[in-house]
């Protein structure tokens, strides 16, 4: 089964709209933190947000927030207020700690976001 | 703060040669984790080094090899060149590890590899 279920493989929205992306995972770690990268064309994979599996609260960065949803395993990406610069690839991605007891990452197949003028 | 560095951020092989690549860490990182993406395959793990130890191994053969250096600056290899190792080589450092580590990973730009 797949750890990382990224189910939009390509997305338009309309400049200064708001969007969601969609992550859902599968793990049995007690314990695991969810990431999500932006890869723009250039190929380097940027640091978004984070969210641990024990935090009480949804994460937001700036236009960033996670909709965190553990019961039904879903930590979904909502970019608010899209800029044309948000055109890139965006990769969830998970590590659990416990079970590789490491810096492991697990990612997505991630979803190419495209933003219209 | 200086970011993650790696070098070369191009470079052509052909098939059987060897390659280098190297990663340096964010300044006090002690985790540096190592990553292949193909169009193919995605994102897939290969290794990850922590104080100069090998934590964490992904399935790729042995021809993929690294270590890590006292300074935490991070070198993998690749022998014996295949056509299907061309791909985007990217680094990744950490300040910690461990079971109750939530600290961010920071890639750098990769190296992007193509073997003829």
């Known amino acids: 089964a797949q750890k990382i279920t990224q189910t939009q493989p390509g997305m338009f929205v309309q400049e200064k709209e708001a969007v969601t992306l969609d992550c859902t995972y599968d793990?049995?770690?007690?314990?695991?933190?969810l990431f999500w990268y932006k890869q723009p064309s250039s190929g380097e994979m940027i640091f978004l947000i984070y969210?641990?599996?024990?935090?009480?609260q949804n994460a937001t960065e700036g236009r960033y927030s996670l909709n965190f949803q553990k019961a039904r395993k879903s930590a979904n990406l909502v970019i608010s207020a899209s800029q044309l610069g948000d055109s890139a690839m965006y990769f969830c991605?998970?590590?659990?700690?416990?079970?590789?007891?490491?810096?492991?990452?697990?990612f997505g197949g991630g979803t190419r976001l495209m933003v219209k003028p | 703060k200086a970011g993650v560095t790696q070098t070369p951020r191009y470079l052509i092989k052909t098939r059987g040669q060897q390659v280098t690549l190297s990663c340096s860490p964010i300044?006090?990182?002690?985790?540096v984790s190592w990553y292949q993406q193909t169009p193919g395959q995605g994102l897939q793990f290969l290794f990850e080094?922590?104080?100069?130890?090998?934590?964490n191994k992904g399935n790729f053969p042995g021809r993929f090899s690294g270590r890590q250096f006292s300074n935490s600056r991070s070198e993998m290899n690749v022998s014996t060149l295949e056509l299907g190792d061309s791909a985007l080589y990217l680094c990744a450092s950490s300040p910690s590890a461990g079971p109750l580590n939530t600290g961010e990973l920071f890639f750098g730009e990769g190296s992007r590899l193509t073997v003829l």
């Open positions: 793990t049995s770690d007690p314990s695991y933190g």
């Open positions: 991605a998970m590590r659990e700690p416990y079970n590789n007891a490491g810096n492991m990452l697990t």
């Open positions: 300044s006090g990182h002690r985790s």
């Open positions: 080094y922590f104080s100069e130890t090998q934590r």
């Open positions: 969210q641990g599996s024990y935090d009480q």
